[in-house]
Structures are given as structure tokens and as C-alpha cells.
């Protein structure tokens, strides 16, 4: 026996092989588990980040507009109302697990803190921050976003503890800059953080071990046979790949015990024809299923657009009013909504909405919405009564955590007099008879579904005879081109300015909605559009 064959019996097919399986499995578990866990990591902060940007958020819809312009001194704001404040947003940041919310303003080289919530904590012991209260250990990320208006997320420690925090320039509209931000335990997120590092470990283990034990298995099933198929190749090399009846006899025997080289063979191809077969099989179902789904899509296509109103004109026998309005959903089924109606002889309603998210739960979520608009619309008594009632229906069975922006309003078909109520929307655009457009005046409000409690405010405006409103979702604004860039407000004022002289409702809806596709071309769309035109006649 030569050296070569006693190296191959010492160290043979077998161990190699299970050499082989267990360093692929322990880099292959070692990168799985560094993965996942970068991968939880990334989707914790994130998701974190999220709850930080939308409480900011929330933090600015709830203060009131004119509170920062009024903040110049000590003495600027009252104690009484600061103490109210503190309240609603300390019952803020508990239901939405934060431990602070605030607002700070810049004086000189200081910063002050001019808004804040409470610690229930804090509250019990009189130890809550007051008005006008000097933050000295403020970090440095928040003198950057004061010095370049950009929002930044920041972790640091300070005398109330570690913080993971945002901090969100607003510019007030006397020009001036607060810093609205939210804050969250760093001790929460080290724990997720941790529980993440040692699932993602188990889980490496796990598979290491499962993949050992499945591997040895296959490399014991697969070495038996491959042993076999070495002694057949050995015996027909010595015969010269010569072969007779016999020899065909034992290789259908050595084929029907996965033995034999070109049994094997056969085996392989037959199995291979065998999952050819069914993946074939599963494809054509999966083609049919789609082709079933995508049927469906679109006969929900069909049921939505045909719960919105569609005929036009909308009310011919009344002479008082024009209106006309156009969906165009990015997917099959979309979330953007409008909807209205007449709630008496002389009052009629309107709304056009925006759901966040795309695809059919939008749509789900964007028919509830519309059809609760039009009932709660026979009964409320003003705008901002309707949004209330719409919104506490909405986030009461909010299970899928989805929201709606929207812009309501009733007119009264005798004089003009619109009142309106927001919900969080775009403003809408007030095209006068004479050629002049603006936006739209509204109100702050927080969009629907997200608390049950919230209250709105409601505004006013007088149309005149040819006067026009003009509502849009961001689908609209935010049209992308191929070169990324975006419709805006600019060329959407732009383009009503040419269609302000003479045009009726349905030919400024259909013109601004053509020179949008202009501007878009051949770019795919991303987002639904909704366009309502409300023409006032007199």
C-alpha cells in the first residue's frame, strides 16, 4: 500500500466532507447571526427614530400657532398657561411612552426651555421644569440645530438621565426658530438592544446545530452510495469500459440501489425532472392565482372608484354651484379619498383625504373614511364637528395604526360662506373670479385616527360669485419627474393662474390634472392623486 492510499484511508471522503460541513456552518451561522442582529438593530432605532419624528410632530400640532411668537422674556408667557401646557403635554408623552416632550428658543448664546412635560415623578415632587429655565448641559447637536435648521437625533446623558432625543427646528412665523424635540430611555433601547444580540445568537446556535446534524445525515446518505460507484468505475477502468449482458444486468441492479455511477445518474435526472415537473405545476397555480388576484384588484378598483361620486355635473339642477373631482390611484387600489353631498336645501359638504400607506389596506381604510364623511355629515352641526366625529370613529378600531389627512368644509349655497375644519392636509388654493389665487387660510389640526380625543378648530371664508376652491392631495405636489424633481405648490399656483379667467370646475380639475402628466412624462407615478374643484356660481 502506497502512501497516497494510507493519506486517503486516514483522512478519507467522509471526514472531509463533515470538515467542510462544520466551517461552512459556523461562518454561515456566525454571519446569520451578525446579520440578523444588525438587521434588528437597524429596525429598532429606526422604528424608535419614527416614534421620535412623529411625536415632534405631534408636539407642534398641539401647541398653540402663536405661542413661541409671544415668547420673549421670563415674563412673556403666564404661569397659568404654561402650567396647562405642561399638562396636556406630560398626558402626551405618557400615552405615547416618551419621557419628555419640549420646545427650546435661542436667546443670545443661551437656551431656554419654553415648553416641557412632566414626569409623573416629577409632578408629585414639584420638581418639574418651569418656563423660561435655562438649559445649561445642552448638547451640542442642539446649538446645530439651531445654527442650520436641520433635524437631528442625538443620544446623551445629562442630570434627567440618558436619552436617545430629537430635536426638530420650526421657524414661527415671526421668523424666529424653536426647537421642538421628544425624548426616550436609552436604558429601553440597550435593553431591546441586548435581547436582540443574544436572540440573534441563539439562533446562530440553533442553526449551527440543526444544520450539523441534517448535514452529517445527507453526507452519510450521499458517501454509501458514492463508495459503491467507486468500486463499479474501478472494475469497468480495468476492463476498459468494455461492457456485457452482465454488466448491464448489475448496473440496472447498482442503478436501483444508488450504487452505480450512471444510476446515480438517472436517479438525479429523475428527480430533477420530477421538482422540473412540479415547479412547472406550481408555477402555472401561482400564474392563475395572480391573474385571480390581479382580477380582483381590479373589479376593487372598480367598487372603490364607484363608492366615491362621479357623475358631473354633480348637481344640475342647482345653478348655485359647479364641482368636480378626479382619482387616479398609483396602484391598483389607493388611499386618497373625496367625497360630498348636500346635507340640506341650501348646505352641501365636501372633503378630500389622503390615507397613509398604499395597496389595499389604504383602500379598506380610505372607503371606511369616505363612507363615514358622508354619514356623519347629515348630522353634524359645523366642520369642526365633523372631523371630531370622523376622527373618534376612525381610531377606535385603528388596529392597522393607519391615518388620514384631510380638508372638510360646508357651504352654504346662499351667500358662499364656507366653513372649513383640517386634518392635517394640504391647504387648499382660493382661485377669485378675477384671476387672483392663494392659498387657503386653515386651521391646525392633527390628522385622523391617531387619538380619539382630539379637538378641532374650524375657520371661514366667503366665495364669491366664480370664486373656486381648489383641493389636492400630495400626489399632486409631490409628482416626481424622471430627474426627481417635484411638481410643488409653485407650479401648481402657476397653473391655476392660467386657468383662474372663465374656466368651470371640471376644465381647472382635468387642466391641472394634464399638466401634471406634462410634467411627469413618462415617470412612473408613486403616489394616488385626488384633485376636487369647489366653484362657487351664486
Not at 451561522?29 to 429596525?43: G, P, Q
Not at 373614511?369 to 371630531?388: C, H, I, R, V
Not at 410643488?488 to 390634472?513: K, P
Request: proline share 3%.
Amino acid at each position: 500500500m502506497n502512501e497516497a492510499e494510507k493519506r486517503r484511508r486516514r483522512f478519507g471522503l467522509r471526514p472531509q466532507l463533515l470538515l467542510l460541513l462544520f466551517l461552512l456552518n459556523l461562518v454561515a451561522a456566525v454571519a446569520y447571526s451578525t446579520l440578523l442582529y444588525m438587521i434588528d438593530r437597524r429596525e429598532i432605532i429606526t422604528g424608535i427614530d419614527n416614534k421620535l419624528r412623529t411625536a415632534a410632530h405631534a408636539v407642534h400640532e398641539i401647541l398653540p400657532e402663536d405661542y413661541h411668537p409671544r415668547v420673549h422674556g421670563p415674563d412673556s408667557i403666564a404661569p397659568a398657561e404654561f402650567d396647562r401646557l405642561q399638562q396636556t403635554l406630560s398626558r402626551f408623552a405618557d400615552r405615547a411612552g416618551l419621557v419628555y416632550v419640549y420646545t427650546y428658543m435661542r436667546i443670545g448664546r443661551s437656551i431656554y426651555t419654553v415648553s416641557t412635560s412632566a414626569t409623573p415623578r416629577e409632578e408629585k415632587a414639584g420638581t418639574a421644569v418651569r418656563y423660561w429655565t435655562r438649559y445649561d448641559t445642552a448638547p451640542a447637536k442642539l446649538y446645530q440645530g439651531f445654527a442650520d435648521k436641520r433635524v437631528r437625533f442625538d443620544d446623551y446623558e445629562d442630570s434627567f438621565g440618558s436619552f436617545r432625543s430629537i430635536y426638530m427646528p420650526i421657524q414661527a412665523y415671526d421668523g424666529r426658530t424653536y426647537v421642538v424635540g421628544a425624548d426616550v430611555e436609552l436604558a429601553s433601547l440597550d435593553r431591546r438592544l441586548n435581547q436582540a444580540l443574544r436572540t440573534s445568537i441563539i439562533v446562530g446556535l440553533a442553526m449551527f446545530a440543526l444544520s450539523m446534524i441534517v448535514g452529517s445525515l445527507l453526507i452519510s446518505r450521499i458517501i454509501g452510495p458514492l463508495v459503491r460507484l467507486t468500486s463499479y468505475t474501478r472494475s469497468i477502468e480495468e476492463r476498459s469500459f468494455q461492457s456485457n449482458e452482465e454488466e448491464l444486468h448489475a448496473m440496472r441492479a447498482i442503478s436501483g440501489a444508488r450504487a452505480d455511477e450512471v444510476g446515480s445518474l438517472a436517479e438525479a435526472m429523475s428527480g430533477m425532472i420530477a421538482r422540473l415537473q412540479r415547479y412547472l405545476i406550481e408555477m402555472e397555480a401561482a400564474t392563475v392565482a395572480r391573474e385571480r388576484v390581479e382580477g380582483e384588484l381590479s373589479a376593487a378598483r372598480d367598487i372603490q372608484l364607484g363608492m366615491l361620486p362621479r357623475q358631473f355635473p354633480a348637481f344640475p339642477e342647482r345653478a348655485e354651484i359647479d364641482i368636480h373631482a378626479l382619482l387616479d390611484p398609483a396602484k391598483e387600489v389607493g388611499g386618497d379619498l373625496y367625497n360630498y353631498g348636500m346635507i340640506d336645501e341650501n348646505r352641501m359638504f365636501f372633503v378630500i383625504g389622503d390615507v397613509s400607506g398604499k395597496g389595499v389596506p389604504a383602500a379598506l381604510f380610505m372607503a371606511m373614511t369616505s363612507t363615514l364623511f358622508k354619514a356623519a355629515s347629515m348630522t353634524s352641526t359645523s366642520a369642526a364637528a365633523l372631523m371630531a366625529r370622523v376622527n373618534s370613529e376612525l381610531a377606535r378600531d385603528n388596529v392597522a395604526n393607519l391615518f388620514v389627512t384631510a380638508f372638510a368644509g360646508i357651504i352654504d349655497l346662499r351667500d358662499g360662506h364656507v366653513e372649513y375644519s383640517d386634518a392635517g392636509h394640504e391647504a387648499p388654493f382660493l382661485v377669485r373670479a378675477d384671476g387672483s389665487v392663494s392659498r387657503l387660510a386653515k386651521p391646525e389640526g392633527m390628522a385622523l385616527g391617531v387619538f380619539d380625543d382630539v379637538d378641532f378648530e374650524s375657520a371661514a371664508v366667503r366665495l364669491e360669485p366664480g370664486d373656486s376652491l381648489v383641493l389636492f392631495t400630495d400626489g399632486v405636489s409631490e409628482a416626481t419627474a424622471a430627474d426627481e424633481e417635484l411638481f410643488s405648490v409653485e407650479r401648481i399656483s402657476a397653473a391655476l393662474a392660467e386657468l383662474a379667467h372663465g374656466h368651470s370646475a371640471q376644465s381647472i380639475t382635468t387642466g391641472l390634472s394634464d399638466r401634471v402628466g406634462l410634467f411627469v412624462g413618462t415617470a412612473p407615478q408613486f403616489d394616488d392623486i385626488a384633485i376636487l374643484v369647489v366653484q362657487y356660481r351664486g
